[in-house]
């Protein structure tokens, strides 16, 4: 494909935005119907991008970048199985996972929907007799804390969902998610449980990542040194695309689920991986979960690109990103339960466009992914929204917001969305000097004070941000979100032609670990060879640790 076009494109925003620099945000509010325009419905779930600096002649050229970019062709090679994976010559085919009312989905000439249905039912069984107590621990106790051993792809979607969907939990039974080859996370879990009601699940696509395999063999040893070698096998159960290195690892065959390799790591908690997931909210939300999905793939192909939610919020990231320079990302839930849900979406969006490599022969010929952080509000407002407020950078925010909460204090959640909108109000508005002058005059400031204090209270405004609001979080309005998210990225890769399902860019560290670490173990190895800095540093430790 050639890019001419999109640099075309991309040049016709670049002089529209000149044209749109001095322009205030609030003033394109003289529309009245600016809100309705500039905000899109699904059922409950409404986007508000309209105070994103940004016309009707932006949003045209922005999806006329989208067209030259070819997105709806790309969308549609994606929904037909194609091996959109170039680098790994692999569909990316997650939307089958939570295909529950649509026809057959096609990898290689084969149906994957009969396969798919087959894994689902098995998982939502096996989770029901954990939940029920029909499935038990080695000496007959009911099983109350399921411990998902996973990381990255494997660990942050169900462990995100998990906290998310609390309130939907079974309350008999408490999760534990452990990833970290850090002995404390295991150590800090184990502490407080008794093997004999402890479910471990090890999840892993590959079954060979090392921080899963080290803490699945020391959960193992748990369970053994408690309880036996035979017990081992009522107390584990595995979620992986190797069937046969679980094998080797002695989980039985019934508790073992399979997915896919056309299933990408960060798409995958909507596959067996969500094991723990449906444990903890049951079978049928856990459908509702995925019809939520469901419901934004359906949007995300048959809605026009303009009235498209993942589309526009890829474009306003392409816009702020490319066309403003802006290097950072921010995702604040006013809802302290997803707090996991903005470190949940950088191993999505940053393993997905943290990529310099186009597919073409050059480098990808435009920025790609921003930083991408959060923290739930109103927490983050008292941490770091004075720098978005009045630092010299600025980071576009999507705020997430529920009409009503799931189960806490009507009170408390009236002043939630309260917070919530007027920092979103607060940073498009600012407070201009003249506004401030005014407001220390009338405090009876003198003008020596006013000189002194007023550029301290002076907000520029004109930082962007977008509101999802829907009624309450539930199991399908997350699987609306997640999805929204996961298509938006997409659409963003294809923009800035990047592979989005591949994520080479860990290798590196994970090859060089793997050099290592038998010199960090072995005080007697050399380090002849290594730089001096980490050199010096395992010599020092050498020192510390004796
Ligand atoms: O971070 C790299 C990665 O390969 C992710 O894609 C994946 O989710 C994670 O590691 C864990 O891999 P696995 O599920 O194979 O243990």
């Known amino acids: 494909m050639s890019r001419d076009e999109v640099c075309a494109a991309l040049g016709a925003l670049a002089a529209h935005r000149a044209e749109l620099a001095d322009r205030r945000t609030i003033d394109l509010f003289a529309d009245p119907e600016r809100f309705a325009r500039f905000s899109l419905r699904l059922d409950d779930l409404l986007f508000d991008f309209s105070k994103h600096k940004a016309n009707a002649r932006t949003m045209e050229l922005l999806v006329a970048l989208a067209r030259a970019a070819k997105v709806e062709e790309r969308r549609a090679a994606l929904f037909a199985g194609e091996k959109v994976n170039v680098t790994e010559h692999r569909p990316a085919l997650h939307m089958a996972l939570r295909n529950l009312d649509g026809g057959p989905i096609l990898v290689d000439g084969k149906d994957v929907m009969p396969e798919v249905r087959e894994v689902r039912a098995r998982v939502a069984a096996f989770a029901e007799a954990v939940r029920s107590g029909a499935i038990r621990g080695a000496r007959g106790d009911v099983l109350t804390d399921i411990v998902n051993i996973g990381i990255g792809g494997s660990d942050l979607g169900p462990a995100m969902a998990a906290r998310a969907l609390s309130p939907f939990c079974a309350p008999h039974l408490r999760m534990h998610f452990v990833s970290n080859v850090d002995g404390a996370d295991l150590g800090d879990t184990l502490k407080g449980l008794d093997p004999t009601k402890t479910l471990f699940i090890v999840s892993s696509k590959t079954f060979t990542t ?278 938006k990225v997409f659409v963003q890769s294809v923009v800035w032609d990047i592979n989005p399902f591949d994520q080479w860019g860990v290798e590196l560290g994970k090859e060089l670990c793997n050099r290592l670490a038998p010199i960090v173990q072995d005080a007697d190895r050399p380090t002849a060879g290594l730089d001096g800095s980490t050199a010096g540093l395992i010599g020092w430790r050498r020192v510390l640790a004796n």
Request: proline fraction near 6%; charge should be negative; hydrophobic fraction near 45%.
């Open 210 to 487: 090392q921080e899963t395999m080290t803490n699945a063999a020391s959960a193992r040893k748990f369970v053994a040194d408690a309880l036996g070698e035979a017990a081992v096998a009522d107390h584990f159960a595995a979620v992986s695309t190797r069937l046969d290195k679980v094998a080797e690892f002695g989980i039985r065959p019934d508790r073992v689920f399979g997915f896919w390799d056309w299933v990408g790591g960060r798409y995958s908690m909507w596959s067996a991986i969500g094991l723990s997931l449906v444990i903890a909210i049951g079978a049928q939300r856990f459908e509702d979960f995925l019809r939520g999905g469901q419901d934004i793939d359906q949007h995300f192909v048959s809605a026009p690109l303009d009235r498209n939610i993942p589309v526009v919020m890829a474009l306003l990231g392409v816009w702020r990103r490319n066309l403003w320079n802006e290097p950072a990302h921010l995702v604040i839930p006013y809802d302290r339960r997803p707090a996991r849900f903005p470190p949940y979406l950088p191993q999505l969006d940053r393993h997905a466009t943290g990529s310099r490599a186009g597919l073409g022969a050059a480098p990808a010929d435009m920025a790609t992914g921003p930083f991408l952080f959060g923290e739930p509000g109103t927490n983050g407002q008292h941490a770091f929204f004075q720098l978005l407020h009045q630092g010299t950078d600025i980071a576009p925010i999507d705020f997430l917001v529920a009409a009503e909460p799931t189960d806490a204090d009507a009170g408390h959640h009236a002043l939630l969305v309260a917070n919530c909108l007027a920092q979103s109000e607060a940073m498009m508005r600012g407070r201009s000097r003249a506004e401030v002058e005014d407001i220390l005059r009338k405090q009876g400031l003198s003008p020596e004070e006013i000189e002194k204090l007023a550029p301290h209270k002076v907000f520029a405004g004109e930082r962007p941000t977008s509101t999802f609001m829907y009624r309450r979080l539930d199991p399908r309005t997350l699987g609306r979100l997640v999805a929204c998210y996961e298509h």
